[in-house]
């Protein structure tokens, strides 16, 4: 793991247990993880190393089912056939996330695992997008 992936990492596990989880600072640490981010994205082999830790952390498989942190924070973890739909996004305006399931997020029948808040441009999503849904297919197997 790369020194930018393990700062956000430690980061993120800093806010959740201080008091700069208070809304008065969540914008500022979302801001500096995106800043983390974009930087990681200048090297698109690490990033995508990063990404993948990060989908790790968050997704495994077990028993013939796919289990997926929702919501760290509350250790609520969803469970999943394989055959589950999934879908990965990129974009400049909503960053990188994987998706699992049909329906939409309002009737709770996707859930879905973020993975950056930073903007990504085309040729960073042709290239991630790729690799990560390597990783998903080999999950699901």
């Known amino acids: ?25 969540v914008n500022d640490v979302l801001q500096s993880l995106v800043a983390a981010d974009t930087a990681l994205l200048g090297d698109i082999s690490e990033a995508a190393v990063a990404f993948e830790h990060r989908l790790q952390q968050r997704v495994t498989a077990q028993d013939g089912l796919i289990l997926v942190s929702d919501m760290p924070e509350l250790a609520t973890v969803e469970a999943f056939p394989t055959i589950i739909p999934w879908s990965i996004s990129c974009s400049r305006y909503f960053g990188l996330s994987v998706s699992f399931g049909s329906g939409t997020t309002d009737d709770s029948g ?9 903007p ?22």
């Open 110 to 118: 996707i859930i879905e695992v973020p993975l950056s808040k930073a």
């Open 1 to 25: 793991m790369t020194r930018a992936a393990l700062v956000a990492g430690l980061v993120i596990a800093a806010v959740a247990t201080s008091d700069a989880a208070k809304p008065g600072h």
């Open 120 to 141: 990504l441009t085309d040729a960073q999503c042709r290239q991630l997008l790729p690799i990560l849904g390597k990783k998903i297919a080999a999950l699901l197997r």
